[in-house]
């Protein structure tokens, strides 16, 4: 019987070849669950681009989203969801636009306007006077292109965007400081590990 003995440099090789094939697949699959849930990321994915298109700080108006609107869990963490309405603390989550877009029309038709919608959650009270109709107000991009707008609008008047993020919630304090508390925890978590990126293992 014959043995045969890898060289010291033919080991490191072969651990090396093992190891990156190891982090290719760990790559691979996370790549492949959130290429999956690629629409229910819709509202993430959008707010990214706002935050590059308007200046913002990274990953603040994803933030605001997961706060606003999360709702169901990938990868373990609770996402922004696009087809989201809120009536005065009654949460309602619908899987389709199109259901979503009728709940929110026959609520305004009984007279109801403290509804928030969306990925943003925007109050039709005070902000539907800025879309053409209901269905753009629901649509993801114009939705969070609103609120991104809305955010940058609120710092320029206010001079932080601690205060922004507050008053992107409410100008009294008892609702806004713990608001921000939450949006601030979500904000440091994903400047911290990039949830929407694939998730390699840093050390075997």
Known sequence: MIIHFLSSRQLKLSILVFLVTVL????????????SH?????????????????GLPEN????????????????????AWPW????????????TKNKALNSLKARVKRGVTNIDVGCMQ?????????????SEMMSPDKNVDY?????????DRHGSWEK?????????????VRYYKKVKAVWQKENAQNSLQPVLIASL
């Open 60 to 79: 603040i108006l994803l933030s605001i989203s997961r706060v606003e609107s999360g709702y169901r869990k990938i990868d373990g963490i609770k996402r």
């Open 147 to 155: 609120g991104a707008r809305f955010l940058k609008k609120l710092y």
């Open 38 to 54: 690629k629409d229910a990321l819709q509202c993430e994915y959008l707010a990214k681009e706002a935050e590059k298109k308007y």
């Open 122 to 134: 925007l109050n039709y009270r005070w902000h539907n006077k800025f879309f053409n109709n209901l």
């Open 164 to 176: 922004a993020v507050k008053y992107y919630h409410s100008s009294k304090s008892k609702f806004n």
């Open 84 to 95: 989201a309405l809120n009536a005065g603390g009654d949460s309602a989550y619908f899987e």
């Open 24 to 35: 290719n697949n760990v790559a691979g699959a996370s790549s492949q669950s959130l290429n």
